[in-house]
């Protein structure tokens, strides 16, 4: 009598999809990693990278505020803006939030509080750095890439002074403007803008710009983005808050840039409303700088104390699941024998 042997009741192991090459699928990583870190950003999170870079460029701006500028002849041999802390925050965190704070930290801290505010011209700034931190930052998708981080600095420069160029050239076109001519040189006012734009790329883009960002964001890359909770940026994977490859975005850009050219003529015409430059610098001295930095650690102190109690806040809302061990180290219920 033979006896036979009842079938395995186990369902069959799934095959891993594999490639053509043999070499396992891998997705984006998506999530929680670790319990704790995240890719996708929460909104304190936004909130924190938005306050680093808008307090971290006007600090900066402040002190070039200070610094005397140099000219030889018509041409202005100085630094326009530090590009290597508005380019660290979007390669390290998010293009978006970053270019979103950026220009704001120059209008408050270097602008509205040291008394040279233009009103609703300052927008046209706003918009133009704001595409320029975007799109630089969004071409560094590798933060450890020295030749990412050096075209990253370049084409912020560009962008941006391309953009008011375009508005220099338009004002003296139209005829609101005066143009800056230069006795025997023909020409002069698109030579002089050409002139700014190398001496821009050369002082702010390189000088203050590639070369320290090749160095500070590589240093940085996964030393920071721990402390605000966040996994560091793997090269391959989607960066949170960048700006789309699609048609739609470039069309967003440009009616961007049409809108800055809008509010430039509005100076131009004096149409400027909310302008206010009562100058605190000349009038009081140096010293006044002390005032847009005090208030800088302010914000940074408040936005710091919010962000750790909404880090608090989320750690102990986190849902416990009854099914998971308690110790790592020990099997589940269902994965022990049975007698």
Known sequence: MSVQTPASTQPPTPQTPRSSDGDQRRGTLRGTVDGLRRMDLTTSQKLMIFVLSMSLFGLSNIILEIIPDPSIGPVDISVSYMVFVPLAMAALFSPFWAALGAPLGEIVFTD??????????????????????????????????????????????????????????????????????????????????????????????ILLGAIPAMWLIPALHGKIEPLMGMRPRVPGEPIPGRAPRTPLFVGFALLLAVASFGFAFLEAFDLNAGEWEPDFLDQLGSWFVVVPVVAIAVVMLVAIILFRLSRTAADTELPTDPELPTDPGLPAESDQPQR
Do not use: C, H
């Not at 975007?134 to 030749?147: D, E, K, Q, W």
């Open 112 to 205: 509205l509080l040291m008394g040279d505010f233009s009103g609703l011209a300052e927008v046209e700034g706003y918009l133009q750095m704001f595409l320029a931190v975007y799109i630089a930052g969004s071409l560094i998708r590798n933060p450890r890439s020295r030749p990412q981080i050096f075209i990253g600095a370049i084409v912020l420069v560009l962008v941006d002074k391309i953009l008011s160029a375009v508005v220099d050239l338009a004002k003296v076109w139209i005829g609101v403007e005066d143009a800056e001519f230069v006795e025997g040189l023909p020409e002069s006012v698109l030579t002089l803008e050409v002139i700014g734009l190398g001496v821009d790329v050369l002082m702010s883009g």
